[in-house]
C-alpha cells in the first residue's frame, strides 16, 4: 500500500485528469495536489473552474518537458507521488502530425521519469492506454501479457513511454505501475473524440461522420470507474506491474452513434459514412480481470447510464463546449495570467 500525500497530476487540464483531480479532492481528504499542465488546445481552466481556488489544489502552467520546471515543481511541492497523465492523446491528430505525440509523449514523460528518480519520488503511475496492444480480429481481449503492437503514432509513442517506464523499473529499481484503460466517456471530454463530437454536431443537426462502414469495436467506460482503477492502483498496485481496465461495453461505432441519436431524438439520416481512418484498428476489447482479482475493482456505470448522463451534461454545459471548442478561453486565459499560468 503506497502513502503517498503530495502528489503531482499532470495533463490535470485534460478529459480525465480533470475528472481525476476533482473524485481525488473529494474522496482523499489528506492528500494535496500540484496539477501540471501545459494547455494545450485540449487542456483547459475552464474545466477546473470550481478548482482553483480548493485549499488542496495548485494549478500550475508548463510542459512536461521542460526539466528545470518539473524539478523545480517537485521539489517546492515535496512530491512524493507522481500520476502522469499529460499527453497528446488523439489518433487523427498523429497521423496529420505525429512529432509532438513523440515530444510530450515519450520525451516529456521521460523528463518525468528522470526528475522523479532524481527526487526519490516514492511512486509513478503511467497512465496508458489500451491501443499500445494493437487491434483485435472479432474474437479475443488484450491481458497484460498481450505483445505491445502498436499502430497509430499516437499508440507507438505512447508504448515507447511505457517501455521507459518499465526500463526505469527494472534498471534503477523505481516504484512504477502502468494502467491500460479502453475508450473513455463522460463530462469535459474535448469535442473531437467521437462521444461529444457526435453530440455536439448532432445537436446542431449537422452530419455525423462515421469512418468506414462505422463497424470497428471499442470497449467504452465511463471516466469515473477509469478514474476509481487509477486511484486503486496508485494505492494498491504492485511495483511494476501493468494493469488492464475496460468497461466491458463493447460497442460498434455506428451502434453508439445510433444511440446517441435516439437519445437526442434526432433522424438516423444524419449519420454520414465518411473516407475511412487510415490504420484504423478494428477492435479492443479488455480482459480486466487483473483488476478484480488482486485490486477489487469492478466498473460500475453500465454504458446505457453512462451515456444518458453525459449527454445531459453536454446539454446543460453548453457554454463550456463553445468555449473549449472555439480556443476564446484559451485567449482570456492568457490575457488573465500571462503565459506563465495562475500559480507560479
Ligand atoms: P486530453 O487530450 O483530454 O488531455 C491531455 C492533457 O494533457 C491536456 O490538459 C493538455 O493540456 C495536457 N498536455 C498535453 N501536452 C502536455 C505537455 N507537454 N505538458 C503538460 N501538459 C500537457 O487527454 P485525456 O483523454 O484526458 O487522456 C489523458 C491520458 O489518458 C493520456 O495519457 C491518454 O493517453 C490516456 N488515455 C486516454 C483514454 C481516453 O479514452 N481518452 C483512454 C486510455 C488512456
Ligand atoms: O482505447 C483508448 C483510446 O481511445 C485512447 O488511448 C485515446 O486517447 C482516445 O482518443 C481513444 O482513441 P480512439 O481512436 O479509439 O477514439 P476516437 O474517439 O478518436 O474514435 C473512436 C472510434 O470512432 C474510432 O474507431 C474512430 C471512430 N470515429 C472517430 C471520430 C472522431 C469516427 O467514426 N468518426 C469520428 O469523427
Same mark, same amino acid.
Given at each position: 500500500?503506497?502513502d ?5 497530476i499532470?495533463?490535470g487540464a485534460?478529459f480525465?485528469?480533470?475528472?481525476f483531480v476533482?473524485?481525488l479532492l ?7 495536489v500540484?496539477?501540471?499542465d ?13 478548482c482553483?481556488?480548493?485549499p488542496?489544489h495548485r ?17 517546492e ?5 507522481i ?8 489518433v487523427?491528430?498523429?497521423?496529420a502530425?505525429?512529432g509532438?505525440?513523440?515530444d ?7 523528463n518525468?521519469l528522470a526528475?522523479?528518480r532524481?527526487a526519490g ?17 472479432a ?15 499516437y499508440?507507438?509513442?505512447k ?9 526505469f523499473?527494472?534498471?534503477f529499481?523505481?516504484?512504477t ?25 448532432a445537436?446542431a443537426d ?5 469512418y ?11 471516466v469515473? /470507474?477509469?478514474?476509481? #482503477?487509477?486511484?486503486?492502483?496508485? +494505492?494498491?498496485? !504492485?511495483? *511494476? =506491474? ?8 463493447e ?6 452513434v ?6 437526442l431524438?434526432?433522424?438516423e ?14 477492435r479492443?476489447?479488455i480482459?480486466?480481470?487483473?483488476m ?5 475493482w469492478?466498473p ?11 449527454? /445531459?451534461?453536454?446539454? #446543460?454545459?453548453?457554454?463550456w463546449? +463553445?468555449q473549449v !471548442?472555439s *480556443? =476564446?478561453y484559451?485567449k ?12 507560479e
Open positions: 500500500m503506497q503517498c500525500r503530495r502528489i503531482l499532470t495533463g485534460g480525465i485528469g480533470v475528472n476533482r473524485q473529494a474522496d482523499e481528504p489528506d492528500v494535496t500540484v496539477n501540471l501545459a494547455l494545450t488546445y485540449a487542456g483547459n481552466l475552464a474545466s477546473l473552474a470550481d482553483l481556488q480548493h488542496r494549478f500550475v502552467r508548463g510542459n512536461i518537458g521542460n526539466s528545470e520546471l518539473v524539478r523545480h515543481v517537485i521539489r511541492h515535496k512530491i512524493d507521488g500520476i502522469n497523465f499529460a499527453a497528446e492523446s488523439h487523427d491528430r498523429s497521423i502530425a505525429p509532438v505525440f513523440v510530450t509523449n515519450v520525451g516529456g514523460t521521460l518525468l526528475a522523479a532524481e519520488v516514492r511512486r509513478f503511475l503511467q497512465v496508458s492506454t489500451d491501443e499500445v496492444y494493437g487491434s483485435l480480429g474474437e479475443g481481449f488484450f491481458t497484460e501479457t498481450t505483445p505491445l503492437s502498436p499502430n497509430s503514432p499508440s507507438a509513442s508504448a515507447g513511454a511505457d517501455h521507459l517506464v518499465h526500463a523499473h527494472h534498471t529499481g523505481m516504484d505501475v502502468i494502467t491500460r484503460c479502453s475508450n473513455n466517456y463522460g463530462a469535459y471530454q474535448f469535442p473531437e473524440k467521437l462521444i461529444p463530437l457526435m453530440i455536439k454536431r445537436l449537422e452530419p455525423l461522420p462515421v468506414g462502414d462505422g463497424s470497428n469495436v471499442r470497449d467504452w467506460i465511463h469515473s /470507474d477509469h478514474c476509481r #482503477a487509477i486511484w486503486a492502483v496508485f +494505492a494498491k498496485g !504492485a511495483p *511494476g =506491474e501493468v494493469y488492464n481496465v475496460g468497461g466491458n461495453s460497442r460498434t461505432n455506428l451502434q453508439v445510433k444511440t446517441i441519436l435516439a437519445l431524438d434526432k433522424p439520416s444524419l449519420i454520414s459514412f465518411v473516407k475511412d481512418r487510415l490504420g484504423h484498428d478494428l479492443y476489447a480482459d480486466a480481470s487483473k478484480k482479482e488482486e485490486l477489487g469492478t460500475q456505470v453500465p454504458f446505457d447510464e453512462g451515456i444518458r448522463r453525459t449527454i /445531459d451534461w453536454y446539454l #446543460a454545459n453548453g457554454d463546449v +463553445a !471548442a *480556443g =476564446e484559451q482570456y486565459f492568457e490575457e488573465m495570467y500571462g503565459t506563465r499560468g495562475a500559480a
